[in-house]
């Protein structure tokens, strides 16, 4: 027997089957099939449309639904559990997310991301009449390779967050560092504290870049843990408009990089935009090499 059901809350009991659903096909496909912002709302309850579909009572897929964005409109994130698949419960999700969009937004927009990209990911989106609007692309490097050292501007130090002290700058630094992005660029002091709050998080790892006291660059790296071996990652770098041309971007990522190995990581990992050419190319010349692309489609409207 198999029935969809939409949650405002989840119980304790659903997060957990919910995670191990997202592990299972993690560990099928490759790709975790679920963002860190999705992760973080869903063990954190923070508001959101929950989509479930349960086959003879085993979860078998579920969707996130974020309505809270009044700009870009709502997002969504589906998983499927591998051994439930080719049984229509993708579509189900999908036509569950569609419905939950159309009442939370006049234009009925919708986005889905597919995190690496699967043929049947893409297949089912623009089936359902969704169109790819965005890649972004997974870049992995190795940390045995030689990293050169980071080359700073008279004046300016390198030093580790210092939780109590720096949120506030790194807040403002960050919103002007990332004004035009979707989703960095928005963060708030709450969204910082739960980032915070997860295991991985490490001060010694978050590396700022000021002069004179002033903030002008950051490297924020984090390291998982989760899967067969420990990797690195070139989490956020983040520059001042107004230091910009002083080469910080590079020197700080470098400096990340150094720390990362130093931790004893054999390799490392970053998310940029594909079309964001320049940050391709500075990461190309560090030695990253695409590893695999996550895509986002947007539902076609008439509006």
Request: negative net charge.
């Amino acid at each position: 027997m198999i029935s969809v059901t939409r949650e405002a809350r989840l119980t304790p009991d659903q997060v957990d089957e919910v995670l191990a659903l997202a592990a299972a096909a993690g560990n099928t496909d490759g790709a975790y099939p679920l963002s860190e912002h999705v992760v973080l709302q869903i063990k954190s309850g923070a508001p959101g449309w929950h989509a479930m579909v349960r086959d003879c009572g085993a979860l078998a897929g579920y969707a996130h639904v974020d309505t809270g964005d009044p700009v870009d409109g709502p997002a969504a994130e589906l998983v499927v559990h591998p051994g439930h698949r080719r049984h229509g419960h993708g579509r189900r999700l999908v036509d569950t997310a569609v419905a939950i969009a159309e009442e939370a937004d006049p234009r009925g927009r919708l986005k889905l991301w597919a995190h690496g990209d699967h043929p049947s990911a893409s297949a089912l989106a623009i089936r359902l009449g969704f169109a790819r609007y965005r890649s972004l692309w997974q870049m992995r490097r190795s940390l045995f390779a030689p990293i050169e050292a980071p080359i700073l501007p008279e004046g300016v130090t390198i030093r580790a967050f210092e939780p109590g002290r720096d949120e506030d700058a790194w807040l403002r630094v960050n919103a002007r560092a990332f004004v035009h992005h979707p989703e960095q660029g928005r963060l708030t002091r709450a969204d910082l504290d739960l980032r915070m709050a997860e295991p991985w998080f490490s001060p010694a790892g978050f590396l700022l870049a000021e002069r004179g006291g002033e903030l002008l660059a950051y490297h924020w790296t984090k390291v998982h843990t989760d899967g067969k071996e420990p990797i690195g990652e070139v989490y956020v770098v983040g520059v001042d408009p107004d230091a910009q041309g002083l080469g910080l971007g590079k020197a700080v990522t470098l400096a990340g990089l150094r720390h990362l190995r130093d931790l004893g990581l054999s390799q490392t990992m970053l998310y940029v935009d594909e079309d964001n050419p320049n940050a391709v190319k500075l990461y190309e010349k560090l030695g990253f090499s695409r590893w695999t692309v996550d895509v986002g489609f947007q539902r076609i409207t008439n509006t």
